[in-house]
């Protein structure tokens, strides 16, 4: 789940974050984690397929701190996308497809999503332009739901998790 609000004061809610993150239990058993800050929070449940170290930990962070992303899915040519990264400079500390779709996103921004191909939804907040940029593939194999209420925007892989976040407004 991620909780986004223009406002601020985010940090105030990081239980009843993690608290709706915790009813995704089942979508990742195997590692789980939060970032928060005065404008976004997110809680992420894991299921390790690729890289089954605690490099691929989420959210995941970019190397100067400013990008978060989390994302559920497998990107299939990740390993092509790596290897065209690391021509134009960049370098890996893990092999998750996770840091491949970060590098990605860092090197071709919003246009990445031009050169994934697999099952996925993410979202990536910049911590310092106050941006979310949010994808799915192009099927929607993989769920992505948000409520938007005034100043604040929550997204989510399950309803559930937003329902016990924005509890009054089942519409």
Same mark, same amino acid.
């Given at each position: 789940?991620?909780? !986004?609000? /223009?406002? @601020?004061?985010?940090?105030?809610?990081?239980?009843?974050?993690?608290?709706? @993150? #915790?009813? &995704?239990?089942?979508?990742?058993? +195997?590692?789980? @984690?939060?970032?928060?800050?005065?404008?976004?929070?997110?809680?992420?449940?894991? &299921?390790? *397929?690729?890289?089954?170290?605690? /490099? $691929?930990? #989420?959210?995941?962070?970019?190397? +100067?701190?400013?990008?978060?992303? =989390?994302?559920? $899915?497998? *990107?299939?040519?990740? /390993?092509?996308?790596?290897?065209?990264?690391? $021509?134009?400079?960049?370098?890996? =500390?893990?092999?998750?497809?996770?840091? =491949? &779709?970060? /590098?990605?996103? #860092?090197?071709?921004?919003? +246009?990445? !999503?031009?050169? &994934?191909? $697999?099952?996925?939804?993410?979202?990536?907040?910049?911590?310092?332009?106050?941006?979310?940029?949010?994808?799915? +593939?192009?099927?929607?194999?993989?769920?992505?739901?948000?409520?938007?209420?005034?100043? #604040?925007? *929550?997204?989510?892989?399950?309803?559930?998790?937003?329902?016990?976040?924005?509890?009054?407004?089942?519409?």
């Amino acid at each position: 789940i991620g909780v !986004f609000d /223009k406002n @601020g004061g985010l940090r105030n809610y990081a239980s009843d974050i993690v608290e709706a @993150g #915790q009813l &995704l239990y089942h979508r990742g058993v +195997d590692d789980h @984690g939060s970032y928060f800050d005065d404008h976004a929070g997110f809680y992420f449940r894991r &299921l390790s *397929i690729i890289d089954l170290s605690e /490099k $691929g930990h #989420q959210p995941f962070i970019s190397d +100067d701190g400013v990008l978060i992303l =989390v994302y559920n $899915g497998e *990107i299939y040519n990740y /390993k092509e996308l790596r290897t065209m990264l690391e $021509g134009k400079g960049y370098g890996f =500390v893990s092999n998750s497809d996770t840091e =491949v &779709l970060m /590098k990605a996103y #860092q090197e071709y921004g919003d +246009d990445c !999503f031009n050169y &994934l191909r $697999g099952m996925f939804a993410f979202a990536i907040w910049n911590n310092r332009t106050r941006e979310l940029f949010l994808a799915r +593939d192009r099927f929607g194999i993989k769920p992505l739901y948000y409520f938007n209420r005034n100043k #604040q925007f *929550i997204i989510a892989s399950e309803i559930k998790s937003i329902l016990r976040f924005a509890s009054e407004s089942k519409e």
